[in-house]
């Protein structure tokens, strides 16, 4: 069975600092991995993913994302956060057809 | 692409009352799931259908909780009889499996008050 773990609920930076959200992973299969963001009052949007090749993996918005075997972890990274990216971001995992997402990190960008 | 069509955006009802969420996936989708958000619980999955047949409704929390999926253009939740519990907003999001890839595209959601 999958499962996502993703460690901190709450992310607080400050603008112009690195954002790195945590997302730990486990799947009896390759796993397809995910990144959605949230806005308030909105749906899930698509910011990247990893199905196979290239392990790092770059998203819209500056966002990107390595995926490590070795340590079952997919972490969210940018090197510079900006108070556009204040949102809730979920890891997910997916196989056969059906994701299963993590509890979600709220990410905090203060001025 | 218009994306996924949810409606209402936002509906109010008593305890009790019949609620009837709909969904309309983006064309040429043939997997459509619906998902159920909230401060305690988190987004939660639940029902999936592929090709218009239900495949995993373990998530669908009780009898009082139905989802039909009569064409591949169309979906509903129905919750009878309504439950303050049952307040949340409701996500529909669908995706093809044509590709390798799985993602899902999301609805802007369906915020339900039940009081």
């Known amino acids: 069975a999958q499962s996502v773990t993703q460690l901190g609920s709450h992310v607080s930076v400050s603008e112009g600092a690195l954002v790195l959200l945590r997302c730990n992973y486990s799947?009896?299969?390759?796993?397809?991995l995910f990144w959605y963001v949230q806005y308030p009052n909105q749906g899930l949007q698509l910011l990247l993913k990893y199905t196979t090749g290239a392990t790092l993996v770059k998203g819209i918005n500056g966002f990107e994302a390595e995926f490590k075997k070795s340590e079952t972890s997919f972490h969210l990274t940018k090197p510079s956060a900006h108070m556009s990216d204040a949102a809730e971001y979920f890891c997910a995992v997916s196989e056969r057809g059906k994701s299963t997402f993590g509890d979600g990190t709220t990410l905090t960008v203060k001025p | 692409d218009a994306g996924v069509i949810q409606s209402p955006r936002h509906e109010v009802t008593e305890m009790g009352q019949e609620v009837t969420l709909r969904c309309k996936p983006i064309?040429?989708?043939?997997?459509l799931f619906w998902y159920r958000q909230t401060m305690m619980r988190g987004l939660e999955l639940l029902i999936y259908f592929n090709n218009n047949v239900p495949i995993d409704d373990s998530g669908m929390p009780e009898d009082r909780f139905s989802a039909k999926m009569p064409n591949a253009s169309f979906s509903t939740l129905k919750i009878q009889p309504s439950e303050p519990r049952d307040s949340a907003v409701y996500f529909c999001?669908?995706?093809?499996?044509?590709?390798?890839?799985?993602?899902?595209?999301f609805g802007p959601g369906t915020r339900l008050t039940v009081l």
């Open positions: 799947s009896s299969v390759p796993p397809y």
């Open positions: 064309s040429g989708h043939n997997s």
């Open positions: 999001a669908s995706s093809s499996d044509r590709g390798m890839y799985n993602e899902q595209f």
